[in-house]
């Protein structure tokens, strides 16, 4: 119990263009979803808290308006990479706490390698 | 906010040699996670440890928390080309299922 499945898995877009990353919660309720950005051999670093219904909260250094975080249902949080660059090119995944069940703590997504050509 | 230390960065052993990895935190742990990746893909949750002095064993992977809950050890016995990947420690601010941060992670080789 306690997935998240996240979409898509790969995907390669023009610079310019923007990118939708979906995280869906399965068979539990997520109110909090964590976004993480992961470069080649490096660790997992968060840049952004989404709660249902409310703002999310970036970490610092974060662009806002570049990626864009909504969190419109219990079971749905999206994340928007606007105006993509090649830079912005890595491996985003989205965290979930379940707060019961086990493994208890968190579920990840399967992650998202976004490629920008 | 919590920040952890991993160490070592990486590590290169041959098959069958034992290893360790060490996470450090500047806070106390409330819950100290380890995973493991391969780039790319998504995370393997390994080990939860909780309880100052508590020791979890799963397969040839030993985790442990040390007394004061500031740092943890991850021990691999009879290392196998399989255990090759990315080894990343999260810890979550105070009991609650607060935002999970990582060390810098160790990648580990195991040479056949």
């Known amino acids: 119990g306690a997935v998240v499945s996240q979409h898509p898995s790969r995907v390669i877009c023009k610079s310019g263009t923007s990118v939708k990353i979906e995280c869906r919660s399965l068979?539990?309720?997520?109110?909090?979803m964590f976004w993480y950005r992961q470069f080649p051999k490096q660790s997992l670093m968060l840049m952004a808290t989404?709660?249902?219904?409310?703002?999310?909260?970036?970490e610092q250094g974060v662009e806002k308006d570049k990626f864009l975080i909504n969190h419109a249902s219990l079971t749905l949080s999206t994340l928007t990479v606007t105006s993509a660059h090649p830079e912005d090119s890595s491996f985003y995944i989205c965290?979930?706490?379940?707060?019961?069940?086990?493994?208890?703590?968190?579920?990840f997504g399967s992650g998202t390698r976004l490629t920008v050509v | 906010s919590q920040e952890l230390e991993q160490s070592p960065q990486s590590l290169i052993v041959q098959e069958g040699k034992n290893l360790t990895i060490n996470c450090t935190s500047s806070?106390?742990?409330?819950?100290l996670y380890w995973y493991k990746q391969k780039y790319g893909e998504g995370l393997i949750f390994l080990m939860m440890?909780?309880?100052?002095?508590e020791e979890k064993s799963h397969e040839k992977i030993t985790a442990k928390l040390d007394e004061k809950k500031q740092q943890s050890s991850l021990h691999i016995t009879a290392s196998q080309p399989s255990h090759a990947g990315i080894y990343l420690c999260?810890?979550?601010?105070?009991?609650?299922?607060?935002?999970?941060?990582f060390g810098q992670g160790t990648i580990l080789t195991v040479h056949p």
């Open positions: 989404s709660n249902e219904g409310s703002k999310a909260t970036y």
């Open positions: 806070k106390t742990l409330y819950g």
């Open positions: 965290s979930a706490p379940k707060r019961q069940g086990v493994p208890y703590g968190y579920t």
């Open positions: 999260g810890a979550a601010p105070g009991t609650s299922y607060g935002k999970l941060t």
């Open positions: 068979d539990f309720q997520a109110t909090t």
């Open positions: 440890l909780q309880k100052g002095g």
